[in-house]
Structure formats: C-alpha cells, structure tokens
C-alpha cells in the first residue's frame, strides 16, 4: 500500500494514465470502467481537502500537549495537596498524648480516616497515567493520517512500552485501577484466595 | 499469637504518598520498624542486605514489578519464607491468581482501610 501524498498522487497519475490510454471507440465495460475511475480521483482528492480542512496538525502541535500537560499539573498539584493533609496529620497525631481517654481515641480515628481517605491520590494518579498513554497513542495514529497526506511533520516518537522486548508477567499483568464494578472487591479477593487453601 | 511488633518491615510502592500513608498507619499499629523502596529492585536489595519480617509491596512499577519481586523472594533461598503481602489497585481475578500462584501471603486491594491492614498484618504474621 502506497504511503504519503506519493500515495495519493500515484493513484491520480494512474487513474489519468488509464484515461489516457484509453483512445478510440470504447466498449460499455471501458465506458464503465472509466466512470468509476473517475469517480474514485474525485475521492482522492476530496479525501484530501476534507483532511487538509480538519487542521489536525493543531491536534498534535498543541491540543493533546495542552490536554497531557494539564494533567501532569492535576497529578501534581493533587500529590501537593495531600502531602500537606498528611503533615497536618502527623501534628495532630502528636497532639494525641496530651488528650485523655475517649478525646484520644476519637482524635485517632478520625486521623485514621484521613490516611485512608488519601490514598486516593495513587489511585487518581494512575487512572490519569493511563488517560495520558492513550493520548499519546491518539497522538502517533493522528501524526500517521497528516503523514499520509503530506501535511504532517515526522511522527512521534513511539512512547508505548516496547513490544520486542519480553515482558514479565507482573508486567503483562499491570492494568492499574480498574473501573467500578470491573474489579474484585476485597471480600471476593478473600473468598478466592481461601478457596486455594 | 499476638503480633511481634518488632518486626522489621518493608513498604514497597513508587508513589512516596502512598509509602508515606503506608508507613503512618504501620506506626498507629505500633510498627516503628519500617524501611521503603520505591520498585522491586531496590525492594530486592534492601531484603537482601537486611533483615526483614514482613514485605508490604504494590504490583504496578517500574522496572521491577511487585509480583516479580515477588517470584525472586520465593526463589531466594533465605528470604523464601518471608511473609509478603501484595497491596495494589490491581483487582483482576487474574492478578489475584497469579499472585497466589508466585506465592503471596495475603492481598489487599486498593483503596483499602486501616482495619483490613491490620487484620491481614496480623494473619501473615501469626500464620508465619
């Protein structure tokens, strides 16, 4: 298969070097014949201009950089957050022994709740991870229709994890979160791992 | 048996958030000996340079995965029976069998609480 505009203007020179060819009386197969032919050159080219009208090159040069960006800041900015909720939880859990009796206690669950509250960082985080390796798998198949048809720079480079190498099974097996409902809860993971005993 | 809170811990995970949660709610169990990794090699390095009791580690990182950290602590002759317990967002059966397969001794999935933590801190380790 033909790649580039080289591509597409080799089909547009073949269809007219048919055209030409084709002198003289003709039979109602080439009458046919060539009216599909020209109608697959009007396809080309209108293929050509609606691609050249969607500017995707913006979604390469500044969309999807914008979209990963933003999120890199989210991840960030959400890693700061609950990093200054934790410092604020270690003082209060030093604040835990001048308390007496139930205060104490309450003091300390309620800290408690907070740590279990925050490990949602790691989860969004790698939620977002994975939002980011599909934008940037969006951003090598658009780099690969502008190539096609001329307009594009060079693709990207492949950012996915590299497929020649051989992966090991806890690599294979790392799908991070998944979404609610398509995982095992915590209960179904005890019943599984008791019915090996 | 109650727990041997001496133990010697280590948390493997490459989020230090998470490490750090990690580690305070061990401290709220009364486990003041706690070491960190951020992947399964420096994990590996650690337990084979120290001594530890207990191995609390997340799947999903970079080289080195929790379960092949996993897989090289049982071929280890001296660190094979080290109790290991896997804490990960990774909630396929798949992983879980897999995990169990590699020899885990107990599996927690994220988001998780305090108190399933503890429970299955305190079985490992009575278990052990």
Not at chain 1, 17 to 23: D, H, I, K, N, T
Not at chain 1, 69 to 86: F, M, Q
Not at chain 1, 148 to 170: I, S
Not at chain 2, 26 to 42: I, P, R
């Amino acid at each position: 298969m033909p790649d580039g505009q080289e591509g597409g203007d080799r089909i547009e020179e073949a269809v007219r070097a048919v055209l030409g060819s084709m002198a003289g009386d003709m039979t109602v197969t080439e009458v046919a014949l060539l009216g599909e032919l020209e109608a697959l050159g009007r396809e080309v080219a209108r293929a050509k201009s609606e691609i050249a009208a969607l500017r995707v090159d913006d979604i390469n040069a500044s969309h999807i950089p914008t979209a990963t960006d933003e999120l890199d800041a989210v991840v960030s900015h959400t890693a700061n957050a609950t990093n200054e909720i934790l410092d604020c939880c270690e003082i209060l859990e030093g604040l835990q022994t001048r308390l007496a009796g139930s205060d104490a206690a309450t003091l300390s669950d309620a800290v408690t709740r907070i740590y279990e509250a925050c490990s949602f960082q790691d989860i969004t985080g790698q939620r977002i991870g994975k939002v980011v390796s599909a934008l940037k798998s969006i951003e090598q198949r658009v780099a690969a229709v502008t190539q096609t048809f001329g307009r594009g720079g060079p693709a990207p480079p492949c950012t996915e994890e590299a497929p020649a190498g051989v992966l090991t099974q806890g690599q294979e097996l790392a799908n991070g979160p998944q979404l609610p409902g398509a995982g095992t809860s915590q209960a179904e993971v005890d019943r599984l791992l008791a019915s090996f005993d | 048996m109650a727990m041997d809170k001496t133990t010697n811990v280590l948390i493997v995970d490459d989020y230090k958030t998470m490490l750090r949660i990690i580690r305070n709610l061990l401290k709220q169990l009364e486990f003041d000996n706690v070491e960190e990794a951020s992947d399964g090699q420096e994990a590996l390095a650690k337990l084979r340079a120290g001594q530890f009791g207990l191995v609390i580690s997340d799947w999903n990182m970079q080289p080195m995965t929790g379960l092949d950290l996993l897989k090289e602590v049982r071929a280890d002759a001296r660190l094979k029976e080290t109790p290991f317990i896997m804490i990960t967002a990774e909630s396929k059966t798949e992983n879980v069998v897999a995990a169990k397969a590699a020899g885990v001794s107990n599996y927690i999935v994220k988001p998780f609480n305090a108190e399933t933590l503890r429970g299955k801190i305190e079985k490992v380790l009575t278990d052990a």
